[in-house]
């Protein structure tokens, strides 16, 4: 056993393991390099075993030096290795238009207050705009939805009551006085409580981190707060970012409490479909934002990577993480990103591409595909659903090009890409052997996934990482011949695909299961242009009903 725990020292991901033996003697033997080969799938010569011996010995030293410098280390330090989407030779429009969002002026409240729960921002923004509500009001309201429902969705980790009453205030004020900031605000919304807010606990939805405090604003929060924006809720997230599983329970799909609302921004998902919240926000690196926009039956928007400052979000993965916006529905979606998108100097991942969101525009001239072999082979019950939103589109007019996903691709190995990445960011978290706090430990826990990534080899890594560049220019080959691709949300690759290459996706409901739980469908666009599934995305919506429902019972 002493010898098979040293040389997984030595051989994985560079060597930052993690548990700490005697310095003065050589940990790493002969033997344990001959067993540690099966790891990593290599065999080699008795000779070449004894020449490295004494090298992975002095590696191990130089980890355990790097160790004791790992407090240096905080939250905001990412590696100086950044992860480019763009294929060769692409290019994006810099060039800013007005956005003419054609919000209605003339909304009026409703005898039966409770409805206010599930207008959209723009019929809330018409209220408060022309002073026929305020935010103080609103916002009231909203908390007193929380408070009463939120015991069966556990979908709040931290009401942030106080400060939301002062942000009302300040809005009521500005606006009586003339000063509008913009659609969003007086409106309040909720955040995964991945995002840093300065006087609130930010617990990552893990055991370890219950009690942290980061006495900092996430960017996120402070472009909103600047837009006027009213933060009533710290929404949860599965621990860590993984799944539906938090430290005080598992956050409930509004629709059918028996289920979860799926992860990881469990919560920005069950609280905007029940109506607790206006909107939210979330974060996606494989999925979390279009997950539980399907399972809640809601819209979500994932933004291109870099298109939105990460800087005050927890990272799991540096080169896919995307926070992004859900809402009641696409208009909702585009009025909350025109907001948080945009250059941050604290994130170097970010730039300053237009967004440029024409309603008007005619989706009849758009160029659009859709992804034959995920439709053929989705399996699920949602594709009854799929092959309908397809006939959908055709009666809008839209003529549909069937194309394919990249082949000779290893999509089985993208995995270690983002457990990798995780892994490094915790390090102290299992050297420490913290993450046997967390609520989940089994096979698919992030406690595991964590405790795995000491095993992937660096070399693996970076191969990984040079055959994504490949996945890169295979789909933007795919890409560029259109202006948006339709694919399943779930059942096959196109969900893998899109984050490894960074790019938008937005999932929208499109009907029910057999036991009435929401279904959605994917709009996948070029990098960059949110405003072209954004546009085809509003256009499906006016011809159905599907974001109009609502879960019974709130």
């Not at 410098?69 to 100086?80: E, G, K, M, Q």
């Not at 604290?346 to 595909?369: C, L, S, V, W």
Request: include cysteine; glycine fraction near 8%; charged fraction near 25%.
């Amino acid at each position: 056993m002493r010898n098979y725990r040293s040389l997984f020292f030595a051989l994985i991901i560079g060597g930052i393991l993690g548990f700490s033996l005697a310095a003065n003697e050589d940990r790493i033997s002969v033997v344990a390099v001959k067993h540690a080969q099966r790891l990593i799938g290599f065999e080699f010569s008795e000779t070449a075993i004894d020449t490295m011996v004494n090298y992975l010995n002095r590696n191990l030293k130089g980890y355990d030096t790097m160790r004791s410098y790992s407090n240096n280390l905080t939250n905001d330090i990412a590696p100086p290795l950044y992860f480019d989407p763009l294929p060769d030779d692409f290019e994006f429009e810099s060039q800013q238009i007005k956005i003419d969002w054609q919000l209605t002026d003339n909304v009026e409240l409703s005898d039966d207050t409770n409805e206010l729960a599930f207008y959209s921002i723009s019929q809330l923004a018409s209220l408060i705009k022309n002073q026929k509500i305020t935010s103080t009001e609103l916002t009231k309201f909203f908390i007193k939805r929380i408070k009463k429902y939120d015991h069966q969705l556990f979908a709040v980790i931290s009401l942030t009551e106080e400060l939301a009453l002062k942000q009302a205030a300040l809005a009521d004020e500005e606006i009586k006085s003339g000063k509008y900031r913009g659609s969003l605000h007086g409106i309040p919304y909720g955040i995964k409580d991945l995002f840093a807010v300065e006087g609130y606990k930010t617990t990552w939805g893990a055991a370890p981190y219950k009690n942290q405090i980061l006495d900092y604003n996430a960017t996120v929060v402070e472009k909103l707060e600047e837009a006027g924006a009213v933060l009533i809720a710290k929404l949860t997230s599965g621990a860590l970012a993984r799944g539906d599983v938090w430290f005080g329970g598992k956050t409930r799909n509004p629709w059918d409490l028996e289920q979860g609302a799926s992860g990881s921004s469990a919560g920005s998902g069950s609280a905007t479909s029940a109506g607790l919240v206006p909107f939210s926000i979330g974060t996606e690196t494989l999925g979390s934002i279009t997950s539980p926009a399907t399972r809640n039956g809601v819209s979500g928007l994932r933004p291109t990577y870099g298109r939105v400052s990460r800087y005050g979000c927890m990272p799991l993965s540096w080169t896919m993480d995307k926070p992004g916006p859900l809402c009641r529905n696409v208009t909702d979606c585009a009025l909350v990103f025109d907001v948080i998108r945009g250059i941050d100097t604290k994130d170097r991942t970010t730039i300053e591409a237009a967004f440029n969101y024409n309603p008007n525009r005619d989706i009849q001239k758009m160029k659009i595909g859709y992804l034959r072999d995920q439709f053929e082979s989705d399996t699920t019950s949602n594709g009854v659903n799929n092959e309908a939103t397809l006939e959908i589109f055709r009666s809008l007019g839209v003529e549909l090009k069937a194309v394919e996903t990249p082949k000779n691709i290893p999509y089985d190995v993208f995995d270690i890409i983002l457990r990798a990445e995780a892994g490094a960011f915790f390090d102290e978290l299992v050297r420490s052997q913290s993450d046997s706090l967390m609520v989940q430990q089994d096979g698919r826990s992030r406690a595991n996934s964590l405790r795995q990534s000491r095993f992937i080899p660096a070399v693996e890594y970076l191969q990984a990482n040079r055959h994504r560049s490949v996945l890169i220019n295979e789909f933007n080959k795919i890409m560029k011949e259109l202006d948006v691709l339709i694919s399943p949300t779930f059942g096959g690759k196109q969900l893998l695909i899109t984050n490894l290459t960074g790019h938008p996706a937005l999932a929208i409901p499109n009907g029910f299961d057999r036991e009435n739980h929401p279904t959605s469908i994917t709009l996948v666009g070029n990098l960059y242009d949110e405003a072209s599934i954004l546009t085809l995305g509003k256009a499906f919506q006016e011809a159905t009903d599907f974001e109009e429902k609502h879960p019974p019972g709130f």
